[in-house]
């Protein structure tokens, strides 16, 4: 019975009046949080919503009827009837104060922080604090651009000791490596018994309220104010974290954690966030390219390019029937383009179809063994069948010459074989079509070449590991002419079947719902920022991890 009265206690919602608007939250809120639930903007240096509150910067300070003095909002539970100010003069006097304090030792090297632009200390200072100081003596003296880890620098001068990233090393990554040390104005943020080398350092970063804390492959590139940003999916792994990707003049800078509380939380690992720069890699294809009379590799359009796959497939199928060409989906592209794809292997009359995932490293948090975005995406689609993907099957087909064909997408297939067998399966090959991000040597007996899009140069949608349905933004422009993987497959379908379909990720859906009932209702527009859940539980749900 306790146990009963506890829940229906713990789901009874408070009303409480803050300037005068009444909002309302769960009882035990934290009043801070209520109120940036509400909209209502409350500054604060310490809190953070993932992390245990510490109450150390007295910033979020606020007059609460009843009380004999100022309460800090984030160690402040909700209660029903409660009547609060935010904007009464005293509540404004104890935060020039706290801010006066914050700044007695801060330096002046705003023009060089690379926090600039998205400080809080700047726009809390500007907003709230005195445009006057009263003291006279010199800015206490500490050590900066600490080589703290092999992807972290501390600048200790900057620090303002909201333990933030303390509380993340103990709490989240559970490594435990930053410490406060000394007592009083002698207090530093440090490194404790080893480097911050852990597989979240970064995230420190981005839960620093300053500058203190920086990430090495974005130290000193550019200015934050200068950046775009476009939701996203992190393609690193099949969790499926959030992201922003973060650009200027059509080039990835960074990419960032993007809240969801069903997904990522408000993090995101090391590995996947610095995994960006080949999207504008030197090396990757940028044109298509096909076979001369003598074999050899030469640039040809994508018209030029297309007939040819289109021809090669045709006389390869009227030579050995429906069956001989086989193929390979690869998990990094959306949802709508691997439809389409297999739209396009029925119609060639394609017989063995199978995928390869890259594997690695993974942990019981955010860290997923399976290193693509949309292998359930492939699998939900009924591309793929059996518990290794139908590879093994095809290779089998490919070795007994029953495939003289392959449409090769993706360069998973180069990592999942040997040197020697991966030779042998090509080498029996009568037709050989690459669609990829680069052009490996070992493929250079390929017909025909087509460069691949990369996903922040996409709209479209991925299916993480928990099933849940997440929607990607084309953050970048690709070149004048450029053919996305969709309109590529959509091409090479209609010089087959005598089609005129176009290529529009949002359109996809209908036909998608058609073919697989589980996607019946879903849409690029009903997604939003949450995701949806395959199982109907919709967007936003909980206990996706």
């Known amino acids: 019975m306790?146990?009963?009265?506890?829940?229906?206690n713990a789901l009874k919602i408070a009303q409480v009046t803050v300037d005068g608007r009444p909002i309302q939250a769960p009882e035990g809120t934290p009043l801070l949080q209520a109120m940036l639930d509400a909209g209502l903007d409350v500054p604060h240096y310490c809190y953070h919503p993932k992390l245990s509150i510490d109450g150390s910067c007295r910033l979020c300070q606020v007059k609460?009827?009843?009380?004999?003095?100022?309460?800090?909002?984030?160690?402040?539970?909700?209660?029903?009837?409660?009547?609060?100010?935010?904007?009464?003069?005293?509540?404004?006097?104890?935060?020039?104060?706290?801010?006066?304090?914050?700044?007695?030792?801060?330096?002046?090297?705003?023009?060089i922080c690379d926090k600039a632009?998205?400080?809080?200390?700047?726009?809390?200072?500007?907003?709230?604090?005195?445009?006057?100081?009263?003291?006279?003596?010199?800015?206490?003296?500490?050590?900066k651009r600490l080589d703290i880890g092999a992807r972290m620098l501390l600048d200790q001068e900057r620090c303002i000791l909201c333990r933030r990233c303390v509380r993340f090393c103990r709490e989240i990554s559970k490594t435990g490596e930053l410490a406060i040390f000394n007592l009083g104005d002698r207090s530093?943020?440090?490194?404790?018994d080893r480097r911050l080398d852990n597989d979240y350092s970064i995230c420190t970063a981005d839960i620093c309220p300053v500058g203190a804390l920086e990430s090495k492959d974005f130290h000193h590139r550019i200015r934050v104010w200068f950046l775009q940003r476009t939701a996203s999916v992190c393609p690193g792994c099949s969790n499926g974290c959030n992201i922003m990707v973060c650009e200027h003049r059509n080039r990835v800078w960074r990419l960032i954690p993007r809240r969801n509380d069903a997904v990522n939380d408000t993090w995101m690992?090391?590995?996947?966030?610095l995994d960006y720069k080949f999207v504008g890699d030197p090396q990757r294809l940028r044109t298509p390219m096909v076979a001369d009379n003598g074999g050899a590799l030469a640039p040809a359009s994508w018209e030029?390019?297309?007939?040819?796959?289109?021809?090669?497939?045709?006389?390869?199928?009227?030579?050995?029937?429906?069956?001989?060409?086989?193929?390979?989906?690869?998990?990094?592209?959306?949802?709508?383009?691997?439809?389409?794809?297999?739209?396009?292997l029925r119609a060639a009359g394609a017989g063995k179809i199978a995928m390869a995932v890259r594997r690695g490293m993974a942990d019981d948090f955010l860290i997923k063994a399976e290193k693509a975005p949309n292998a359930r995406g492939v699998r939900e689609m009924a591309l793929v069948s059996g518990s290794d993907d139908g590879l093994g099957e095809l290779l089998r087909a490919a070795e007994a010459g029953e495939l003289k064909g392959l449409y090769l997408c993706g360069g998973e297939l180069l990592d999942a074989l040997t040197p020697e067998r991966l030779g042998a399966i090509l080498g029996r090959l009568e037709l050989l079509i690459v669609h990829g991000l680069r052009l490996d040597p070992r493929l250079g007996r390929?017909?025909?070449?087509?460069?691949?899009?990369?996903?922040?140069?996409?709209?479209?949608?991925f299916i993480n590991h928990a099933g849940r349905v997440q929607r990607i933004f084309k953050a970048l422009e690709t070149p004048p002419g450029w053919l996305?993987?969709?309109?590529?497959?959509?091409?090479?379908?209609?010089?087959?079947?005598?089609?005129?379909?176009?290529?529009?990720?949002?359109?996809?859906?209908?036909?998608?719902?058609?073919?697989?009932p589980r996607f019946a209702g879903i849409s690029l527009e009903m997604l939003g920022a949450g995701g949806a859940l395959l199982d109907g539980a919709g967007a936003q749900g909980a206990g996706d991890r």
């Not at 306790?2 to 229906?8: E, F, I, L, N």
């Not at 726009?123 to 006279?136: I, N």
């Not at 497939?313 to 989906?329: P, S």
Request: a negative charge; aromatic letters at 6%; proline letters at 5%.
């Open 269 to 273: 690992c090391d590995h996947g966030r």
């Open 304 to 344: 030029e390019a297309l007939a040819r796959a289109a021809a090669a497939i045709a006389a390869l199928t009227a030579r050995h029937g429906a069956g001989a060409l086989g193929a390979m989906v690869s998990p990094q592209l959306t949802n709508e383009e691997n439809f389409r794809f297999g739209e396009l």
């Open 117 to 143: 632009g998205e400080c809080w200390l700047q726009d809390y200072s500007m907003r709230f604090g005195s445009r006057f100081a009263r003291t006279l003596e010199p800015r206490r003296k500490h050590q």
């Open 484 to 516: 996305s993987d969709g309109e590529v497959f959509t091409r090479l379908l209609n010089a087959i079947d005598g089609g005129r379909r176009r290529f529009d990720p949002e359109a996809m859906w209908e036909p998608i719902g058609r073919a697989h």
């Open 188 to 192: 530093v943020l440090d490194i404790h």
């Open 64 to 111: 609460i009827e009843g009380m004999p003095k100022l309460q800090i909002s984030c160690n402040t539970q909700v209660r029903d009837g409660m009547i609060v100010h935010t904007a009464d003069p005293e509540v404004a006097l104890a935060r020039r104060g706290v801010l006066e304090l914050l700044l007695l030792n801060h330096p002046l090297d705003c023009p």
């Open 446 to 461: 390929a017909a025909v070449v087509i460069p691949t899009t990369a996903f922040a140069e996409k709209d479209g949608s």
């Open 2 to 8: 306790a146990a009963d009265a506890s829940s229906t």
